[in-house]
């Protein structure tokens, strides 16, 4: 009898020791960078998806990381395990994470031209030849994937890497390379404000509406058997966030308004 008492106690033990901790974790997160969504590690204004989620984990007694990749490696040594999760996700782009019921941000891609340029996207056959610019790893949606799964436009298509793929793709534009660069709307605003080049680029139409390709999320490694309790605190947390007021306050300092 005391035999089996002390067993039971040992697999008791080591159940225990499997169970995800329940606080005092360090939730490391990555991503490239797209601000206003996430912008500079370790600055005062991180992004508004940085601040929401030290706001929601920080508030459980959790320690928040934020780091920074290229998008398809983000990805990437997340679903290895080497980061809890991916800022600025769509459950298109990540469909094998743990993602919280609740979004924490939308994005509306748009088409991007010098600002003397008459074209206008009206429907994907006005890129047919156009040379258009896309970010390695994004998401945007049926329509927009199709025609770049096709081999008659992949000529005309470039996909950007690395760090600073906005960046290079406005480059690109300015030096006539590509004709039409495709970036969300609130990250090319906040980035042509700063970098006081907003009379030089316009916008050039929108790329239809989709929710499962508009709502980001912060999105959780497969990896990591904490992840689901992770997406449960985020959803709950924003959840109280929006309804005191907090959420609002966020965004306000990013110049992003709520979009449910």
């Known amino acids: 009898m005391k035999k089996v008492w002390v067993y039971a106690l040992f697999w008791a033990a080591l159940a225990l020791c499997q169970v995800p901790l329940a606080s005092g974790d360090t939730i490391r997160l990555v991503a490239d960078p797209w601000c206003p969504y ?16 030290k706001r929601v984990f920080q ?17 990437q040594e997340a679903r290895d395990g080497n980061f809890h999760g991916v800022i600025g996700a769509t ?4 469909p094998d994470f743990i993602f919280p019921e609740l979004a924490q941000g939308q994005m509306a891609n748009a088409f991007w031209t010098l600002a003397e340029s008459p074209w206008q996207y009206r429907g ?37 890497h690395g760090v600073s793929p906005l960046k290079n793709g406005l480059r690109m534009l300015e030096r006539g390379r590509i004709q039409v660069l ?13 970098s006081g080049q907003s009379n030089k680029f316009r916008r050039a139409g ?6 499962d390709a508009a709502r980001v999320y912060i999105a959780f490694s497969p990896a990591h058997p904490s ?11 924003i959840a109280r966030l929006r309804a005191s007021g907090e959420l609002a306050q966020i965004l306000a300092a990013y110049g992003v308004s709520d979009w449910r």
Do not use: K
């Open 91 to 94: 459950r298109l782009e990540a």
């Open 124 to 160: 994907t056959s006005s890129l047919e030849r156009q040379q258009l610019a896309v970010i390695a790893g994004y998401s945007y949606g049926d329509a927009i994937e199709n025609m770049l799964q096709d081999e008659r436009h992949r000529p005309l298509i470039t996909e950007l």
């Open 182 to 194: 495709l970036e969300d709307e609130h990250v090319m605003r906040y980035h042509l404000h700063r």
């Open 227 to 237: 992840s689901t309790d992770y997406a449960r605190l985020l959803t709950d947390g």
């Open 38 to 53: 996430n912008c500079e590690p370790g600055t005062e204004r991180a992004g508004f998806m940085v601040e929401i989620a």
């Open 206 to 211: 929108y790329v239809p509406a989709e929710p």
């Open 59 to 75: 508030a459980e007694g959790h320690r928040v990381e934020y780091h920074q990749r290229p998008w398809v490696r983000a990805l």
